[in-house]
């Protein structure tokens, strides 16, 4: 299976709430049109007090945490270029105190050529002066930590850029000592490559490099040679490295590229499969270049390096996984001797709302994990945005608060990219001449790359969308930005943002939504997505249940067997008309509708 882009796995109306009397409920929040119950726990507390609330809890920060991914060349540009920047991120930080965003993961600011957007990077421990410098980058650490809001840097492990030093002397002659830090092969004649791996953004993965006469791997770009990781002191480097952000107080690292570390040491040929991929190369299969074995001997050598410092560091892996067992060995199986959270992306990529898909995947990370937390994951900086993966076109809005309501309502650490939270489309180039993207540049135009999930973030609905005061933004503005921006949204009751803010709180704070076990309820229901997060407890459970379908849908629950008494359940959120007070006999869920209460 390729590890992203594009789609390449497989690939309003609410209701207001009245004042609600019920025992456990202090009030609920006029909040428009959703219905909003703030329950006496404490619902409405301000994120610095859930912080000191969540330290006292004695499990890890990232079980619960909710990071958000930020692609900083899009998100605020303050020095007038039209590109993102550090100081953008400090700006922005009240914002994100405002979501409750336990951390932000940075996508890769070092110094790069830029030819993958900071994915080809030429110096591990600086920072590219296009984002600004090393003082910044401090400021940002300390200011993020005011705010209770940890930093995590994307970490590049399995390639760096052409221009890296390493890489400079390697090519340069066959005997130098670092020519063994990458792959060099021979070729099996004249311009011919040593196998037929290929390029994840097309093409051959060898390039040949006249200077020594052999040639080169290179998973991704030509610009970004594979490191040989059966060299040791190629570890040694990168673990260096990994120090280096650890000692200036980092709260881990996003993984790049992980399940790509080693390759096959006999360079056997990949099967062909039928049928060709989205930038036109014979369809192969990935199993001498991804998820070989030896990769889980050095995450674990990584994981006890991590270890070493204090405060519960995290390493989260980009782990694209077909199953639940595989998922299973990047957390180290039982010895839980590796990854914190190697991201889930079976259950936010199934790209279609289907009810027993959903169930079948959720339950799955929720009984076959051993445990341990899954981190769901829906949008990324490499795939069409989710609202365009899951929209029918009539209920886009509606589906966006059901996607939100899954990811935010299953036990899971969850990760969120800028611009979901206010409804971001993807907005992919009109031409050729404007695209940025390497792989949208080969792919053209099957394939029209990854610029239409990067555009700048959408502030307000001034010039730029409050992104940047330049002429022209890298990526331009989608015109979307006049009605969808966090100005506009903030002040609107129902909107997808306070829809968020709604989920994210209730996430934070009610005990069967923190830390309950995830039930599936009706579990033959095809249209119906229902389960019950059991308070660990003697409080209160929550029953969340979603109308998959563009038709009402009437529901019954039995939840005896769960221990659950009440015949009727109290919303704590619900939108699309769903009721305050239901009768667990006779649900009504108006189309596309999301209702979230109280079961005891
Ligand atoms: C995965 C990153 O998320 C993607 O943006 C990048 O192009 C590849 N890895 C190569 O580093
Ligand atoms: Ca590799």
Redesign the pocket.
Known sequence: MS???GNKFSRTAFRIAKRNLTIGLIGTCLAGGFLFAAESSGLGQSANSVSSASAKNSSPWWKHALVYEIYPRSFQDTNGDGIGDIDGIIRRLDYLQSLRVNAIWL?PIYPSPQK??G??ISNYEAIDPMFGTMADFDRLLAAAKARHIRVIMDM?M??TSDQSPWFKVSRSSRNNPKRDWYIWRDGKGPGIPPNNWQS?FGGSAWTYDPTTKQWYYH??LAA?PDLNWRNPAVEKAMFDACRFWLDKGVAGFRL??IPELFEDPELRNEKILPGTNEVGDPNEEQNRTENLPEVHVVMRALRRMVDSYPGDRVLIG?TYLSNIQSQLEWYGGKAHNELQLPMDMQVGFIDRLDANEFRTKINQAETELDGYMPLFVFD???NTRSWNRYDDGKHDAAIARIVAAILLTTRSADLMYYGQEIGMVTTPPKTLAEVQDP?GIRGWPKFKG?DGERTPMQWDPGKNAGFSTAAKTWLPIPASYKTVNVQLESGQPDSLLNWYKHLITLRAENPALRDGQNIMVNPSDPNVLSYLRKNPGAGPSVLVAMNFTDQPQTVSYNLQAQGIQTTHATALLADQGAAKEVDLNHVILPPFAVFIGTVQ
Do not use: G, I
Request: cysteine-free; glycine content about 0%; proline content about 0%.
């Open positions: 590890s992203f882009s996508t993958d957007f994915y080809d590049v399995n390639h994840e998973k991704f970004q790049d590229a980009e990324n900086h490499d792989d990854r």
